[in-house]
């Protein structure tokens, strides 16, 4: 059940959706998926990365996906990662 969320009580239930749209939208179909709380910048994941999709931004200093779709599924930046800030879903080839 939804909790009410403090501070929306003009229109509590599209407020609620949209934030549940939103976080459903962000993770839907992707393939390689990075969380920035948990990222600290190392760069161990481009490192390994085979086909050089993923960099650490140059502003931000968090882990960055170029195309995803070229990712070969084996996992190897899941392991280098200290933190386990990276995911990556579907099977490897």
């Not at 086909?51 to 996906?65: A, M, N, Q, R």
């Amino acid at each position: 059940m939804a909790t009410p969320i403090p501070g929306a009580k003009r229109a509590p239930g599209r407020l609620f959706l949209h934030i549940q749209l939103g976080e459903v939208q962000t993770t839907m179909g992707k393939i390689v998926t990075v969380d920035e709380e948990l990222c600290i910048g190392c760069g161990a994941c481009a490192a390994m990365c085979p086909k050089k999709i993923l960099y650490v931004h140059e502003k931000t200093g968090k882990c960055k996906v170029t195309d995803e779709n070229q990712c070969d599924r084996r996992r190897g930046c899941e392991g280098a990662c200290p933190v386990e800030a990276i995911k990556v879903t579907g099977k490897g080839g």
